[in-house]
């Protein structure tokens, strides 16, 4: 038994070993790539305090540092924390392991993960789904962080005795949210039962005023006050703050619903490649005038992918507009009074009715996947979505998901001509595949890359659907994965420069 003031003290002395970073940019290695990126903006002298880097192979990492003196947390990537079963999940080991290895090789301060997933009951997805929003989901989630935290503890220490500590990001919306809990009650639930620190993305902060139905009955500053009285938000170690746009596959949609207050919100999702809003920042303003940001240690523009020209120009606005974040007291110590337990006293049991949860959690889930892709309808307990919002979760599941599987990370006809060439000769459409994805559960054995998935899946659809095919499409595959290695672990272009 635990009591959470307790975790929350814990926190206070891990999150204490961390300075400040201040103002910095989330990136990739590859898109842009990082060393072309640093030296562009070396040129223009406008330099980020920190780069959070994201997940990469072990010598990109490593050639990474080599190339900066910065500060590089890290932005980790396929260790589903909010699934049930890693306690006999090897393979969620073995990427926690690597995790800490990225980590010590980058020497970060911490490790941000998102508190969601792409692999769901044997089903790949290409963009973050939302966990369920339930107690049974937070309580796991905390109890996954804490066997991530203890590897780390135990496998990447950093000078003085310290380990990277890991951030748990609020996830964006993409047009649904399913569950019981509030999101604000969710995490608070979370960070009573584990010493983790937090990440609040602006971005995402705004999807779930959008898709949750606050909107329509909510002004968005009436919205944040609401949400930030719950959230504990003297948990944030790092913010974020990245694009949003109409998603490709609704190109030229626009909303017909209005909000009870008569305003009409656009579709957006988050979209890293994209400009940043304006209300984004509007947004930021507000949350730092509130207060009680007393660990923030770093916020950051997430630009992965997105041009470097663009990235200098909106680094150079955000340098200029939030240069004094730091330099009035927020992140000056302590605040216990801060301190807000869970309602039912701040008690919790650790293991208690585990394994019992974790039964009904798995099956939550593989109805999870069955709701959003299709081959369910959104009914039980879990499934409490406003009427208002039942067109966003279609929308989802009609055109942003069939988007997802056929063009986005790897559109299909490019990347295997040939094939498609010879089943649109058979009349046999591209779309079937969309159906054929989510027939059967695919249980992952090795890293998630929803590239090699996309392979895997298209060269079992084919080999069915044309068997005549097979080893046509299994030359284009082996074409694929071989250029798709040689991009991943080639080496970064060196320039010289130590921003």
């Given at each position: 038994?635990?009591?959470?003031?307790?975790?929350y003290?814990?926190?206070?002395?891990?999150?204490?070993?961390?300075?400040?970073?201040?103002?910095?940019?989330?990136?990739?290695?590859?898109?842009?790539?990082l060393?072309?990126?640093?030296?562009?903006?070396?040129?223009?002298?406008?330099?980020?305090?920190?780069?959070?880097?994201f997940?990469?192979?072990?010598?990109?990492l490593?050639?990474v540092?080599?190339?900066?003196?910065?500060?590089?947390?890290?932005?980790?990537?396929?260790l589903?924390?909010t699934?049930?079963?890693?306690?006999?999940?090897?393979?969620?080991?073995?990427?926690?392991?690597?995790?800490?290895?990225?980590?010590?090789?980058?020497?970060?301060?911490?490790?941000?993960?998102?508190?969601?997933?792409?692999?769901?009951?044997?089903?790949?997805?290409?963009?973050?789904?939302?966990?369920?929003?339930?107690?049974?989901s937070?309580?796991?989630?905390?109890?996954?962080?804490r066997?991530?935290?203890?590897?780390f503890?135990?496998?990447?220490?950093?000078?003085?005795?310290?380990?990277p500590?890991?951030?748990?990001?609020?996830?964006?919306?993409t047009?649904?949210?399913?569950?019981?809990?509030?999101?604000?009650?969710?995490?608070?639930?979370v960070?009573?039962q584990?010493?983790?620190?937090?990440?609040?993305?602006?971005?995402?902060?705004w999807?779930?005023?959008?898709?949750?139905?606050?909107?329509?009955?909510?002004?968005l500053?009436?919205?944040?006050?609401?949400?930030?009285?719950?959230?504990?938000?003297?948990?944030?170690?790092?913010?974020?703050?990245?694009?949003?746009t109409v998603?490709?596959?609704?190109?030229?949609a626009?909303?017909?619903?209005?909000?009870?207050a008569?305003?009409?919100?656009?579709?957006?999702?988050?979209?890293?490649?994209?400009?940043?809003?304006?209300?984004?920042?509007?947004m930021?303003?507000?949350?730092?005038?509130?207060?009680?940001?007393e660990?923030?240690?770093g916020?950051?523009?997430?630009?992965?992918?997105?041009?470097?020209?663009?990235?200098?120009?909106?680094?150079?606005?955000?340098?200029?507009?939030?240069?004094?974040?730091f330099?009035?007291?927020?992140?000056?110590?302590?605040n216990?009074?801060t301190?807000?337990?869970?309602?039912?006293?701040?008690?919790?049991l650790?293991?208690?009715?585990?394994?019992?949860?974790?039964?009904?959690?798995?099956?939550?889930y593989?109805?999870?996947?069955?709701?959003?892709?299709g081959?369910?309808?959104?009914?039980?307990?879990?499934?409490?979505?406003?009427?208002?919002?039942?067109?966003?979760?279609?929308?989802y599941r009609?055109?942003?998901?069939?988007y997802?599987?056929?063009?986005?990370?790897?559109?299909i006809?490019?990347?295997f001509?040939?094939t498609?060439?010879?089943?649109?000769?058979?009349?046999?459409?591209?779309?079937?595949l969309?159906?054929y994805?989510f027939?059967?559960?695919?249980?992952?054995t090795?890293?998630?890359d929803?590239?090699?998935v996309?392979i895997?899946?298209?060269?079992?659809?084919?080999?069915?659907q044309?068997?005549d095919?097979t080893?046509?499409?299994?030359?284009?595959a082996?074409?694929?994965?071989?250029?798709?290695?040689?991009?991943?672990?080639?080496?970064?272009?060196?320039?010289?420069m130590?921003?």
């Amino acid at each position: 038994m635990t009591l959470s003031r307790d975790v929350y003290h814990d926190f206070l002395d891990r999150v204490a070993r961390i300075p400040i970073h201040g103002l910095g940019l989330s990136v990739d290695v590859y898109s842009p790539d990082l060393i072309s990126l640093l030296a562009e903006l070396t040129r223009r002298q406008v330099l980020p305090g920190y780069l959070e880097v994201f997940h990469a192979t072990s010598s990109a990492l490593a050639a990474v540092r080599t190339q900066t003196d910065l500060p590089l947390p890290y932005h980790g990537e396929g260790l589903w924390v909010t699934q049930p079963g890693a306690d006999s999940d090897a393979l969620f080991q073995e990427e926690a392991r690597t995790l800490a290895s990225h980590l010590a090789l980058l020497r970060s301060a911490w490790s941000n993960h998102e508190c969601a997933t792409k692999h769901i009951a044997g089903y790949s997805f290409g963009t973050y789904l939302p966990p369920l929003y339930t107690a049974a989901s937070a309580d796991t989630v905390a109890r996954n962080i804490r066997k991530v935290q203890a590897i780390f503890d135990q496998q990447a220490p950093l000078p003085g005795g310290k380990a990277p500590l890991f951030l748990l990001e609020m996830p964006p919306l993409t047009y649904f949210i399913a569950g019981t809990l509030p999101v604000p009650a969710y995490f608070r639930r979370v960070t009573d039962q584990v010493d983790c620190g937090l990440v609040l993305d602006i971005g995402h902060l705004w999807t779930v005023y959008r898709y949750s139905g606050a909107w329509h009955c909510q002004s968005l500053w009436q919205f944040l006050d609401d949400f930030l009285r719950e959230f504990p938000v003297e948990r944030v170690v790092e913010i974020h703050v990245a694009g949003l746009t109409v998603h490709e596959s609704l190109a030229g949609a626009e909303p017909v619903s209005e909000s009870l207050a008569g305003h009409r919100l656009p579709q957006w999702t988050d979209a890293h490649a994209a400009p940043i809003p304006p209300v984004l920042f509007e947004m930021l303003d507000h949350i730092l005038r509130g207060g009680r940001l007393e660990q923030l240690r770093g916020v950051a523009l997430e630009v992965d992918t997105k041009a470097s020209d663009l990235i200098a120009d909106e680094l150079t606005g955000f340098l200029d507009r939030y240069r004094h974040v730091f330099d009035r007291g927020m992140s000056g110590g302590p605040n216990p009074g801060t301190f807000s337990p869970l309602s039912d006293g701040g008690r919790l049991l650790a293991g208690h009715g585990v394994g019992v949860e974790t039964e009904s959690l798995i099956k939550a889930y593989e109805l999870y996947a069955q709701v959003v892709s299709g081959r369910a309808e959104p009914a039980g307990p879990n499934w409490t979505t406003p009427a208002a919002c039942a067109e966003d979760l279609d929308r989802y599941r009609t055109q942003y998901l069939p988007y997802e599987i056929l063009h986005w990370g790897g559109d299909i006809e490019a990347m295997f001509p040939d094939t498609c060439r010879e089943l649109a000769g058979r009349q046999i459409a591209l779309a079937g595949l969309v159906a054929y994805w989510f027939r059967l559960p695919h249980p992952m054995t090795r890293s998630y890359d929803f590239f090699e998935v996309k392979i895997d899946r298209f060269v079992e659809y084919v080999s069915e659907q044309a068997s005549d095919l097979t080893s046509l499409v299994q030359r284009e595959a082996a074409e694929l994965r071989l250029a798709y290695q040689t991009a991943n672990e080639g080496p970064l272009q060196s320039t010289g420069m130590h921003p």
